[in-house]
C-alpha cells in the first residue's frame, strides 16, 4: 500500500498520510513521500494545499517501531523531518491540516505547521514526546509558543496531556471545529473557497508572519513596506480595486 495519496481538485492540491492501521505513524517511506508531494505542490496551478490522514487518525508521529528497530540515528533523521518542515512554512501558498482523530509528535508538529487547522470533534493533540523521553522536534517549539503561548507551551510539551477537539478550539490551535460528518465536506468547500483567493496575497502574508527578521517595530513596519511593494503591484490587487470600484465580487488569479 502506498504510503501517502495525492490528488488535484481544481486549485487545492490533497495530500492523505495512507497508512491506516498505524494510525498514519511516519515511517521513512512516507516522510520521503511527503516531502516528494511537497515538492509537486509547489507548481503555479496549485493554490492551496490539504494535508490529512486516512482512517481515524491524523497522525500518531514517528513510527516507534521503526525507531525500536534500531534503525534510526535521530539526529540525521530530524533532517527529513526539518526539511518536510520547512517545505510547508516556505509554501507560499495556504495549508490546511484537516484533523480528525489523534495528532500525537511529529503528527501534531506536522498539524502546526500547517497556516490553518479545521477539526473535527473526533480530533485531539497529544504532544507525546516527552512520554517517549523524547524532545520535542519538527518545528513545534517555533509554532506552539506562537499559538498558545510561552506556559501553556511548556505545560503541553513538558506534561503531554490529551487535549481534546474543544479545548483545541479555546487554545487556539484549531481555526474551525465541526461535526465528525461535516468534516469531509467542509475540508473540501473551505479549501477550494481559499484556492480561489489572492494566492499571492496569502504566500505575502505567510513569509510575514515567518519572519524573524521583524524583532522591532521598525523592522516590522519596514517588512510590511517591502511585501506591500509587491502586492500593490500584483493583478489581484489591480482586480480587487476594479472589483470594488464596479460593486462586484473579485476573480482573483493568484497573480
Ligand atoms: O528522529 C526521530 O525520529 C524522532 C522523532 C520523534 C517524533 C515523534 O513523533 S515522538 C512521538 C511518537 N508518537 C507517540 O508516542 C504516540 C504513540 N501512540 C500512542 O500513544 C497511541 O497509539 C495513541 C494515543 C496515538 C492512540 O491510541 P489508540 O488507543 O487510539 O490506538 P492504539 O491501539 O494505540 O494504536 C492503533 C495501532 O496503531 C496499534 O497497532 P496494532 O497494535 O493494532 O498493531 C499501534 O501500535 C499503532 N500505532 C499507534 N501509534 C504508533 C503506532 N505504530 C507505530 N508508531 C506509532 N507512533
Same mark, same amino acid.
Not at 109 to 126: G, K, T, V
Not at 195 to 218: C, D, M
Given at each position: 500500500?502506498e504510503?501517502?495519496?495525492t490528488?488535484k481538485?481544481g486549485?487545492v492540491?490533497?495530500?492523505?498520510l495512507?497508512r ?10 512516507l516522510?520521503s513521500?511527503l516531502?516528494s508531494a511537497?515538492?509537486? =505542490?509547489d507548481? !503555479?496551478?496549485v493554490r /492551496? *494545499?490539504?494535508?490529512?490522514?486516512? $482512517?481515524r &487518525?491524523?497522525c500518531?508521529g ?9 534503525k ?7 533532517e527529513l523531518y526539518?526539511?518536510?518542515f520547512l517545505?510547508?512554512r516556505r509554501?507560499?501558498?495556504p495549508?490546511i491540516?484537516?484533523?480528525?482523530g489523534v495528532?500525537?509528535?511529529?503528527g501534531?508538529s506536522l498539524?502546526l505547521?500547517a497556516?490553518l487547522?479545521l477539526?473535527s470533534?473526533?480530533a485531539s493533540?497529544?504532544t ?9 522536534d519538527?518545528?513545534?517549539?517555533a ?5 498558545v503561548?510561552?506556559g501553556?507551551?511548556f505545560e503541553?510539551l =513538558?506534561l503531554? !496531556?490529551e487535549i481534546? /477537539? *474543544?479545548?483545541?478550539?479555546?487554545l $487556539?490551535? &484549531?481555526n474551525r471545529?465541526?461535526?465528525d460528518?461535516e468534516?469531509e465536506?467542509t475540508?473540501i ?5 481559499i484556492?480561489n ?8 502574508v505567510?513569509r510575514?508572519?515567518n519572519?524573524?527578521?521583524a ?18 503591484g ?7 480595486l476594479a472589483?470594488?470600484l464596479e460593486?462586484r465580487?473579485p ?5
Amino acid at each position: 500500500m502506498e504510503p501517502l495519496i495525492t490528488n488535484k481538485e481544481g486549485g487545492v492540491f490533497f495530500i492523505t498520510l495512507n497508512r491506516p492501521d498505524f494510525l498514519n505513524a511516519i515511517n521513512r517511506d512516507l516522510l520521503s513521500a511527503l516531502s516528494s508531494a511537497l515538492h509537486e =505542490a509547489d507548481a !503555479p496551478d496549485v493554490r /492551496a *494545499v490539504v494535508i490529512k490522514g486516512m $482512517g481515524r &487518525a491524523f497522525c500518531a508521529g514517528q513510527d516507534l517501531k521503526e525507531a525500536s528497530a534500531g534503525k534510526l540515528d535521530y539526529e540525521k533523521h530530524l533532517e527529513l523531518y526539518n526539511e518536510v518542515f520547512l517545505q510547508i512554512r516556505r509554501l507560499e501558498k495556504p495549508v490546511i491540516a484537516g484533523v480528525h482523530g489523534v495528532a500525537a509528535g511529529a503528527g501534531m508538529s506536522l498539524a502546526l505547521a500547517a497556516d490553518l487547522r479545521l477539526l473535527s470533534y473526533s480530533a485531539s493533540f497529544i504532544t507525546a514526546f516527552a512520554r517517549i523521553g523524547l524532545a520535542p522536534d519538527t518545528g513545534i517549539t517555533a509554532t506552539l509558543p506562537r499559538l498558545v503561548g510561552m506556559g501553556k507551551a511548556f505545560e503541553l510539551l =513538558a506534561l503531554s !496531556p490529551e487535549i481534546n /477537539a *474543544v479545548q483545541a478550539l479555546e487554545l $487556539g490551535l &484549531a481555526n474551525r471545529l465541526v461535526s465528525d460528518d461535516e468534516f469531509e465536506e467542509t475540508l473540501i468547500r473551505w479549501s477550494t473557497e481559499i484556492a480561489n483567493g489572492p494566492t499571492l496575497v496569502y504566500g505575502l502574508v505567510k513569509r510575514a508572519l515567518n519572519s524573524n527578521r521583524a524583532t522591532t517595530l521598525e523592522e516590522a513596519v519596514a517588512l510590511e513596506a517591502e511585501l506591500q511593494g509587491i502586492a500593490g503591484g500584483s493583478r489581484d490587487h489591480q482586480e480587487g480595486l476594479a472589483a470594488f470600484l464596479e460593486g462586484r465580487k473579485p476573480r482573483f488569479q493568484g497573480r
